[in-house]
């Protein structure tokens, strides 16, 4: 079967590559609670999505993580339906690179706001964070979001940001 690609540019519209710290998603050792990170972003331009890219700083074994997608409505806070989702299994050996998770053909529009929650069920994994200050957010176009079996609603946060790129196809 031959797939056609797109002729367009695969370029990363929505970046933030500076981790100095790691965000955990799954269960921690001795715990029930599942951790689960995420990201909101506003959407620069329009395009077919074609991956997020996430920086794995550890995985201690194969662990399968899921991404999903959503619309995100930052005046009140809410997660719109899920858009997509797309599961990659992570190894010791991505631990220090940038995975890519597939969401080819979504098509997503310029000024909206976007955001994507990062699970897993089976261990723990560490993903690429940074942490800013005031004067200094890591990432100025969302915030970062963080939740657990207990409070599923989560939190969220301005002066962290998960270490992500989106890759659209202009």
């Not at 098509?107 to 200094?136: H, I, P, R, S, W």
């Amino acid at each position: 079967m031959e797939t056609n690609h797109s002729k367009a540019a695969l370029k990363p519209v929505v970046q933030q590559a500076t981790h100095n710290t790691t965000s955990w998603i799954g269960q921690r050792h001795g715990e029930t609670n599942d951790h689960t990170s995420g990201q909101t972003f506003t959407c620069p331009a329009a395009g077919r999505l074609d991956c997020i890219e996430i920086f794995s700083v550890y995985v201690n074994k194969k662990i399968p993580v899921d991404l999903t997608l959503y619309p995100f409505d930052t005046k009140h806070k809410i997660w719109g339906a899920a858009l997509a989702t797309s599961t990659v299994e992570f190894s010791a050996a991505d631990t220090g690179k940038w995975i890519s998770f597939p969401l080819k053909g979504l098509q997503l529009n310029k000024d909206m706001v976007y955001g994507f929650k990062l699970k897993t069920e089976a261990g723990l994994v560490g993903v690429g964070e940074a942490a800013g200050c005031l004067n200094q957010l890591p990432y100025a176009g969302g915030q970062e979001w963080a939740a657990n079996t207990k409070d599923q609603k989560g939190k969220y946060f301005s002066y962290l940001s998960l270490a992500f790129k989106v890759d659209l196809r202009a």
